[in-house]
């Protein structure tokens, strides 16, 4: 492969702001593309700070979750679509990308997102921007609470994304990345399938509790990295501004993790770019290859647990599909699911 040199990353500490009290769509695409320019200045002045304190240059910058529009709360999900979800062509990831161009660095961030195919409804949606100004990376989160994902609608996005589609690595000039989205750092199988198709950086934008004690994401991030040979480059919200939940709620830790699982760098509270460290993808390859106990991709013997994860799917598929149908539903819908499974789990004697 060819050799990359060493580059920085940062993992960009900015406070969400919310669209709940804005009356429509063109209001909130207003506050959102004024974000954007705000954002953009931000990354400029971090980058120069970077290099001027000795860092190599910086190429990697990633955002935390839904910070354009923090979460839809209890506002329905075709009237969450309609009003805040980004289209997939829209001027949002228009100016995103003249940001990226414009600084030769990757932009990574995290939003909501309606799809053509599947109307009336959303998904939460990481994207890398390259230097292009164009979306090299599109990861549709798979696991989620409150929100349709690709496997409530999981025989209809395969016809129309595919595997490819649904556990995307971009394959770029400054190493192999895939995205995790938020509480998906807490299940290694996304981040495992994703490793297992090279992924070597993984970006993850969360909105998440800081805490001084170690949270079980912070845990996570940790065994993430090592386990998979993989830098982490984790961005948490300073907050989410015009919300009813207190500010801080959602504020600090975001992180830099190299691929023993190390953290290189990581920020306190508040709007900050000090998550930044250099990422060295040549000396990530060399672990790779290196024979011994440590090397956790090679030593994988996936025969093993195939027949006892085919037998199991304790979250249905296709939960949204009705008659062949996408079926828009409300927000109960989705704990209605969950009570099932755990009543079904019961009784086959799992939990």
């Not at 008659?323 to 704990?335: M, Q, S, V, Y």
Request: glycine share 8%.
């Amino acid at each position: 492969m060819t050799a990359i040199k060493p580059f920085a990353a940062v993992a960009l500490q900015i406070a969400a702001r919310s669209v709940e009290r804005l009356s429509d769509r063109a209001e909130v695409s207003a506050q959102m593309l004024a974000m954007i320019d705000e954002i953009g200045v931000k990354i400029r002045a971090s980058g120069v700070f970077i290099q001027q304190y000795g860092g190599s240059p910086l190429r990697l910058v990633v955002l935390p979750e839904y910070f354009l529009t923090s979460y839809p709360g209890r506002i329905s999900i075709p009237d969450f679509a309609e009003k805040a979800a980004l289209d997939m062509d829209g001027p949002e990831y228009e100016a995103m990308g003249r940001i990226a161009q414009a600084q030769n660095l990757f932009l990574a961030g995290n939003a909501y997102e309606r799809d053509p195919n599947f109307p009336g409804i959303y998904f939460q949606t990481c994207f890398v921007i390259g230097p292009s100004g164009d979306i090299v990376l599109r990861y549709r989160r798979l696991n989620s609470m409150f929100a349709p994902t690709p496997h409530d609608v999981w025989s209809q996005y395969l016809d129309v994304y595919g595997l490819e589609g649904v556990f995307p690595v971009a394959r770029t000039e400054i190493g192999n990345i895939a995205a995790i989205a938020s509480e998906e750092i807490l299940y290694p199988e996304i981040a495992r399938a994703h490793a297992l198709r090279g992924a070597e950086i993984f970006v993850h934008s969360s909105s998440e509790i800081g805490s001084p004690l170690a949270t079980p994401k912070q845990i996570a991030k940790r065994a993430r990295a090592f386990e998979n040979i993989a830098y982490v480059v984790s961005a948490n919200t300073a907050g989410i501004e015009g919300s009813a939940m207190p500010l801080a709620s959602a504020d600090g830790n975001s992180v830099v993790i190299d691929y023993k699982g190390n953290p290189l760098a990581e920020s306190n509270t508040g709007e900050t770019f000090t998550a930044f460290a250099d990422l060295d993808i040549n000396a990530l390859r060399t672990q790779r290859r290196k024979c011994g106990m440590t090397n956790f991709l090679a030593r994988q013997r996936l025969e093993l647990f195939a027949p006892v994860y085919a037998g199991q799917s304790p979250q249905p598929a296709n939960s949204l599909i009705e008659n062949g149908e996408l079926k828009i539903p409300d927000r109960d819908h989705f704990l209605r699911v969950q009570e099932q499974v755990i009543e079904r789990l019961a009784k086959d004697g799992v939990i």
